[in-house]
């Protein structure tokens, strides 16, 4: 279970994590932030994003506990995106006492996590992890798509936002292409609802499992 604390009203269904990046930096610079912490060693492509909608991205190190949050602490950053389930490209998992020290400083300084929920899904040899959102709802931005489970093609994620930041990324998502595609949104909460996406990450799973096993043994 990933314990998120998710009410519908908290809910914005975007195109993807790009266009949420996209939008959570324009609300951002709305209320004043022109940077942002990213992991080092980090998506390629995240910081693309973030730098075209103008955003300074500030490299924050990961190391085997996750992202450094007394690199955090030492700046004048007031919002980072991390990857807490599966940190891309290490695939560390960030350990309980970072989770926790991370929370701290948002709720300390006021700042902001943007929790990309990379890859979570699929785990081999470890157990499920929950979201960081579920330990801060307050101070946590939860983003999330089935690019990995389903497919990149389909254009479907989601943000979980704290109150205060809702009407903002929804007018910001409105502005941009007025909504995402309502069939494809109909197909996938029947393919929820039924059971189906439970039963075909349990057999991607071990698919991949196997493919793994044999990549590394052969």
């Avoid at 991205?57 to 990961?62: I, L, Q, S, T, Y």
């Avoid at 899904?121 to 931005?141: C, F, H, K, M, W």
């Avoid at 309502?182 to 196997?210: K, P, S, V």
């Amino acid at each position: 279970m990933r314990a998120l604390i998710a009410p519908p009203e908290r809910i914005v269904v975007v195109n993807g994590f790009a266009q949420a990046t996209r939008l959570v930096a324009e609300v951002l610079q709305e209320h004043g932030s022109t940077e942002i912490g990213v992991e080092d060693p980090g998506s390629v492509g995240l910081r693309e994003q973030l730098t075209r909608v103008g955003m300074a991205c500030r490299p924050v190190r990961v190391d085997g506990d996750g992202v450094r949050v007394d690199l955090l602490a030492g700046s004048r950053l007031r919002a980072v995106v991390v990857t807490p389930a599966h940190q891309f490209p290490t695939g560390v998992v960030m350990s309980p006492e970072r989770r926790h020290a991370l929370l701290q400083w948002a709720r300390d300084t006021g700042g902001l996590v943007i929790e990309d929920d990379y890859d979570a899904e699929y785990r081999y040899n470890r157990s499920p992890v929950g979201a960081l959102q579920g330990l801060g709802p307050d101070t946590v931005i939860y983003g999330g798509s089935v690019s990995k489970t389903l497919a990149p093609a389909l254009r479907i994620g989601w943000l979980v936002l704290p109150e205060h930041l809702v009407a903002a990324v929804t007018d910001a998502k409105y502005a941009a292409d007025l909504g995402t595609g309502i069939w494809e949104q109909a197909a996938l909460a029947d393919f929820l609802a039924c059971g189906e996406m439970d039963r075909h990450i349990r057999r991607m799973t071990a698919r991949h499992r196997t493919r793994r096993d044999r990549l590394v043994t052969e």
